[in-house]
């Protein structure tokens, strides 16, 4: 069992010190890869706000685009998840210290796979 613990904040900097924190620094996604799935989220929305013939859907639409950020941080923390885990974190620590999911495992986003247009939302089904 895997006991590496991962700070997600200031806070689990201060529980496992700052030199542990730096002699195993390791940061998950990148924030390139961030901006790089919240495009694709937004890109998708957009997509499917076009389908729309009625003004009413549109507008509805429209007025809730703060929704792509929140698929974003949702992919985002799954996809960080994954990756602690896969290098060998068992739990992330900020005012307490949690376990990762196993079941983050059953996600179908690899490190090293391309996360590209609607796969990367329909892997989270």
């Given amino acids: ?3 590496k613990v991962y700070p997600i904040d ?11 924190w730096m002699n195993n620094y390791y940061i998950p996604v990148t924030g390139k ?6 495009n694709k989220v937004f890109a998708l929305y957009v997509d499917h706000i076009k389908q729309y013939n009625d003004d009413v859907a549109y507008w509805i639409a429209i007025s809730n685009t703060k929704i792509t950020i ?5 992919i985002l923390e799954c996809l960080r998840l994954l990756r602690l885990k896969e290098k ?4 992330v620590i900020d005012e ?3 376990r990762i999911p196993a079941h983050i495992s059953t996600y ?9 247009g609607y796969s990367l939302l329909q892997s989270l089904h």
């Fill in 96 to 98: 307490g210290k949690k």
């Fill in 70 to 74: 929140m698929i974003a941080q949702y």
């Fill in 33 to 38: 890869e961030f901006q790089d799935i919240f």
């Fill in 108 to 116: 179908n986003l690899t490190a090293s796979k391309k996360l590209t």
């Fill in 10 to 20: 200031i806070s689990g900097i201060k529980s496992i010190g700052t030199e542990e």
């Fill in 88 to 91: 060998g974190y068992g739990y």
């Fill in 1 to 3: 069992m895997s006991s």
